[in-house]
């Protein structure tokens, strides 16, 4: 079991930056791909970015590319993302979660993600 707790969500004016984290606890966090997903009211939860087990490989979805970065502190059983120049519609619920694939283009699915986050809000006003 993995159990991971999202933080540094909220408010931000469109152009501004946040940067949210990803606690994990339970299982050896180095074992899992991390993957940050998002959902907007009356949309599907979709990908915004992954990153291996070691770091070594990361992906972003086309829409945040350039502004948007993932990182990762095995040490510290974290993971991150940094969000700048935010846009109106990077609103949504934003959601880390836990594979254990361990690589390839299968990791923007949210379905080969087993252990996820209650999720944290991200709204960016215009």
């Known amino acids: 079991q993995v159990q991971l707790v999202e933080s540094g969500g909220g408010l931000v004016q469109a152009g501004g930056s946040l940067r949210l984290s990803c606690a994990a606890s339970?299982?050896?966090?180095?074992?899992?791909?991390m993957g940050w997903f998002r959902q907007a009211p009356g949309k599907e939860r979709e990908f915004v970015s992954t990153i291996t087990w070691s770091g070594g490989n990361t992906y972003l979805a086309d829409s945040v590319k350039g502004r948007f970065t993932i990182s990762r502190d095995n040490a510290k059983s974290t993971v991150h993302l940094q969000m700048n120049s935010l846009k109106p519609e990077d609103t949504a619920v934003y959601y880390c979660a836990a594979s254990v694939v361990l690589g390839g283009i299968s990791l923007t699915k949210p379905s080969v993600y087993a252990y996820w986050g209650q999720g944290t809000q991200v709204t960016v006003s215009s």
């Open positions: 339970g299982r050896t966090f180095n074992s899992y791909a």
